[in-house]
């Protein structure tokens, strides 16, 4: 059979990712010593009360029938609950989804707003379901907003048309450059969304993952943002979940119905257990205060940020220490493929810029998700390469 992708699916841009991966792999099977500094899944392990829970839901056998496709109403009144508690911001139920990591949520709910030929804006550089899942595959033309550093990693909304713009895409704390914004850069963004009649999809995975006392806010904490956006989150960082697959997004009620609208003619909720799970889980923040277990967790990521910020310096990269995210955005004096490249042959796994958009070369990420020892190893290994 002579089987023909679709042209949505031959638009796609490789995914850098899964190539990378895909080397790792084999040069793992050839026996090398690698060291990965290029995914940000935390090698850390969910809190032991995660575990223990998710034993006991698994295990009661009523847990095992097709969920709610909005999720189970346990689930959306602890999410609702946790924003009262974190960002003082009330929502009714209808105001939640549960998904299936908010990478899928990212993916759908351009499926559910964005016609053929419908302008999308995209940060670049960024996290690759906004132009990929979310605008190609919908069939939508992204329109790169580029994050430059002079701008502190920002959009520059006076620079965007907003002609047929549609949707807009934002994330901070900010994958890939770890950048962080004010509640005064989050009213000029829902300003431009409603002045434009935008929708605004925030993405707040890393909402949780922060140091030194940085509190990441939500957008909803903005007067009107109710209006025009909606914000994903996920349990996959905060709790070191990622293979849990639990999510959820809340905001604008008629966004949250067209997604699940969506959802329900392609999945159903979340297995009820992870639903049950994560609503213990939630329930460990008793105001807006990290839970002791996150504060340990992001002490340990920030010993291991300290130690590659303070390599990377003193062989003369200049990069800042992130006040969020696991992720180093450091600029590589050139060009980030044979940056990476060379890394690699030195047995250390990075991001080359590129990989995120075109407003990403230069740049490398470099994630600090590995044993501090291996940090250590990949910092000397670095040292040596470069
Ligand atoms: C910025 C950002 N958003 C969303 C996600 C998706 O996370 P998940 O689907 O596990 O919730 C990721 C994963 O790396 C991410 O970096």
Redesign the pocket.
């Known amino acids: 059979m002579n089987v023909e992708f679709a042209d949505r699916v031959k638009r796609l841009p490789p995914y850098l990712f899964a190539e990378i991966e895909k080397i790792i792999k084999e040069k793992k099977a050839q026996g090398v010593d690698l060291i990965s500094l290029s995914i ?1 899944d935390p090698d850390l392990p969910p809190p032991p009360f995660v575990i223990a829970s998710l034993k006991k839901e698994v295990a009661d056998l009523k847990n095992h029938n097709y969920s709610f496709s909005q999720g189970e109403p346990d689930f959306r009144h602890a999410v609702a609950k946790w924003y009262k508690k974190r960002f003082h911001v009330d929502l009714s139920s209808e105001e939640v989804i549960a998904l299936m ?4 949520g ?1 993916a759908n709910i351009a499926r559910a707003f964005v016609n053929a030929g419908d302008r999308v804006l995209v940060p670049d550089p960024s ?1 690759p ?1 906004y132009n990929n899942g979310g605008t190609i595959l919908n069939d939508g033309i992204p329109v790169a907003m580029p994050l430059l550093q002079e701008n502190g990693f920002k959009p520059d909304f006076g620079a965007i048309h907003p002609e047929k713009v549609k949707m807009l895409f934002l ?1 901070y704390p900010n ?1 890939p450059t770890s950048a962080i914004v004010d509640t005064k850069f989050l009213k000029e963004a829902v300003e431009f969304a409603r002045e434009n009649n935008i929708i605004l999809c925030y ?1 707040n ?2 909402s949780e993952v922060t140091f030194g006392g940085y509190k990441a806010p939500s957008v909803l904490e903005v007067d009107g943002a109710m209006d025009v956006a909606i914000e ?1 989150h ?1 349990l ?2 905060t709790f070191n979940m ?1 293979g849990d ?1 639990i ?1 959820f997004a809340v905001g604008n009620k008629q966004l949250i119905s067209g997604l699940t609208k969506v959802k329900s003619q392609i999945d159903s909720g979340p297995p009820v257990y992870t639903q049950k799970v994560a609503v213990k889980a939630l329930a460990a923040y008793t105001s807006r205060e990290a839970p002791e277990f996150l504060k340990n967790n992001n002490q340990i990521l920030q010993e291991r940020r300290d130690l590659l910020v303070e390599t990377l310096c003193k062989i003369g990269y200049k990069c800042e220490k992130p006040k969020a995210t696991f992720y180093v955005w450091v600029n590589c004096k050139g060009d980030s493929m044979k940056f990476a490249t060379k890394l690699l042959d030195a047995g250390v796994a990075v991001t080359p810029g590129i990989g995120f958009g075109k407003y990403g070369e230069g740049y490398a990420r470099i994630t600090f998700t590995q044993p501090k020892e291996r940090i250590k190893e990949a910092c000397d290994r670095i040292a040596n390469a470069l």
């Not at 990591?101 to 899928?104: I, N």
Request: glycine share 10%; net charge positive.
């Open positions: 940000g990591g908010s990478k899928e990212l996290y379901v994330n994958n993405d995975a890393y994903f996920s996959s960082k990622t697959r999510a």
